[in-house]
């Protein structure tokens, strides 16, 4: 069974940091594209930040230079460290795997950040 768990989402005040997490199980992860979406309320889900199998990145130019994707395949998990937050950064952040080839992909439940002083 495919899962991916998000953890590290929370209240944060504008200019802060935090850290998300997206453990995946059931996958061969090394083979698998990990990126990174989200979802305001009321707005389209996002695409945010993508790291291939073999470790390149990009993101949506509303983060660039503020948020760092990588992952670590020894552990099945990506992160996204986010910093410099602003208000606009608040949504439901959620983990996504794409297999290479296939292109099946699996989703996850989604952690949520909001920043607000």
């Known amino acids: 069974q495919v899962q991916l768990v998000e953890s590290g989402g929370g209240l944060v005040q504008p200019g802060g940091s935090l850290r998300l997490s997206c453990a995946a199980s059931?996958?061969?992860?090394?083979?698998?594209?990990m990126r990174w979406y989200r979802q305001a309320p009321g707005k389209q889900r996002e695409w945010v930040a993508i790291i291939t199998n073999v470790g390149n990145t990009n993101y949506v130019d509303s983060v660039k230079g503020r948020f760092t994707i990588s992952r670590d395949n020894a552990k099945n998990t990506v992160y996204l460290q986010m910093n410099s937050l602003k208000p606009e950064d608040t949504a439901a952040y959620y983990c996504n795997a794409e297999r290479i080839v296939t292109r099946r992909a699996y989703w996850g439940q989604g952690t949520q950040v909001t920043v607000s002083s």
């Open positions: 059931g996958i061969s992860f090394s083979i698998y594209h």
